[in-house]
């Protein structure tokens, strides 16, 4: 069921899909079935779940069935280009931003304590974690570098090395400072936490 929707301005939105339905309900509430046969062809439940999920939720947030496709790096576009899309899932839940103007990218993460036997793969010396509150805010870097590298498509990227989140204490939601240090550019990264995930989104100025 459609959990959230924010809608930044007239042109970006960012949708949340809490998935309770079963493959079969989710199924059902898309007309093009042509378009799921990769997606019903998947053997997992759990995998399929939130591919549909996404289809559905990407419907509700535009008023019409779009059809997902992806490009060598996996990364999602729509068939007929009319929207910027990014697309994220986690346990139970799964995530979309889109837009017709920018590019965009959004990232959920569940609240889950694994972040922290890698974080020396992704935080580097120069980023501040909190120590009081270092799960949160191990999530919102892991999600804040996830949400960038799905948006810039530039695949072999280092995360711990090519973006730099700048000095923030997190709180329920907000906004912090992201440096992408290959193209020397500086991002807006919006976030919000819930008692289930974490979730971090951000607009690409073309």
Request: charged letters at 30%; proline letters at 2%; one cysteine or more.
């Amino acid at each position: 069921m459609l959990w959230r929707t924010l809608c930044i301005d007239e042109d970006i939105i960012v949708g949340i899909w809490r998935i309770s339905e079963t493959v079969e309900e989710l199924i059902a509430m898309l007309v093009n079935k042509e378009w799921l046969d990769q997606v019903v062809s998947i053997k997992s439940d759990v995998k399929k779940q939130e591919k549909l999920a996404v289809r559905v939720l990407l419907k509700e947030l535009i008023g019409e069935e779009k059809k997902i496709e992806y490009n060598s790096f996996g990364k999602p576009f729509l068939n007929d280009k009319s929207y910027y899309i990014s697309i994220s899932h986690t346990k139970g839940y799964a995530a979309i931003i889109v837009s017709k103007k920018n590019v965009v990218g959004v990232d959920i993460e569940q609240i889950s304590n694994k972040v922290k036997r890698v974080k020396s793969r992704f935080i580097s010396d120069e980023e501040y974690i909190s120590p009081s509150d270092q799960l949160t805010h191990l999530l919102l870097h892991w999600s804040a570098k996830e949400t960038i590298y799905k948006m810039l498509d530039m695949p072999g990227i280092e995360l711990k090395t090519a973006v730099s989140i700048a000095k923030f204490l997190p709180a329920d939601e907000g906004i912090f400072k992201a440096q992408i240090k290959p193209i020397n550019k500086s991002l807006d990264i919006k976030y919000f936490i819930t008692s289930d995930f974490v979730i971090t989104y951000t607009v690409f100025d073309n």
